[in-house]
T-cell receptor, first 115, second 113 residues
């Protein structure tokens, strides 16, 4: 059974730090992994999607890596800013069978960046 | 650029009452989804629709029904609300390809007393 875990559950850092958020999954049979950002009282915003054949994706100050064989992904945020404060969730699109897949979410890392 | 729009934003129901949550997307996406988000449990899929005219159960479909009214709209109905259905409900959509990202609405916060 595919399970997605995010550690730590919460993180508080001073502005300017480079930081890494972790996501692990138990089954390497995936199509892709997505990172989302969720602000309080809002929906999820897709940040990066890494296909299973890719190793990393970059968008601005964000870089996400994927190591399918070890079941790990990291989201690297460079030069963090208070505006980065949010909950970050990862989700894997797990392959269940031929033509059947399922998006499975982790429970998120709540990030606070203080000035 | 509206994206995915959900209504209402907030709702309080008494046990046994019914209501319909509305969702519409303007991105011409084929697939639409309903999730619920509960503290400590992450997002769980209630129902999804891979294309207009089709719907399928997700992980937690009991107590809910859905309608894919057309390509744009996907509604979620609670026929007889229960306190266990107190949650935040999110609608999402994506293009047909499994490598397409999901786009979420801002959610409906539902309380059942």
């Amino acid at each position: 059974k595919q399970e997605v875990t995010q550690i730590p559950a919460a993180l508080s850092v001073p502005e300017g730090e480079n930081l890494v958020l972790n996501c692990s999954f138990t089954d390497s049979a995936i199509y892709n992994l997505q990172w989302f950002r969720q602000d309080p009282g809002k929906g999820l915003t897709s940040l990066l999607l890494i296909q299973s054949s890719q190793r990393e994706q970059t968008s601005g100050r964000l870089n996400a890596s994927l190591d399918k064989s070890s079941g790990r992904s990291t989201l690297y945020i460079a030069a963090s800013q208070p505006g980065d404060s949010a909950t970050y969730l990862c989700a894997v699109r797990a392959i269940l069978s031929y033509n059947t897949d399922k998006l499975i979410f982790g429970t998120g890392t709540r990030l606070q960046v203080f000035p | 650029n509206a994206g995915v729009t959900q209504t209402p934003k907030f709702q309080v129901l008494k046990t046994g009452q019914s209501m319909t949550l509305q969702c519409a997307q303007d991105m011409n996406h084929n697939s639409m989804y309903w999730y619920r988000q509960d503290p400590g449990m992450g997002l769980r899929l209630i129902y999804y629709s891979a294309s207009e005219g089709t719907t399928d159960k997700g992980e937690v479909p009991n107590g809910y029904n859905v309608s894919r009214l057309n390509k744009r709209e996907f509604s979620l109905r609670l026929e007889s609300a229960a306190p266990s259905q107190t949650s935040v409900y999110f609608c999402a959509s994506s293009a047909r390809s499994y490598n397409s990202p999901l786009h979420f609405g801002n959610g409906t916060r539902l309380t059942v007393t």
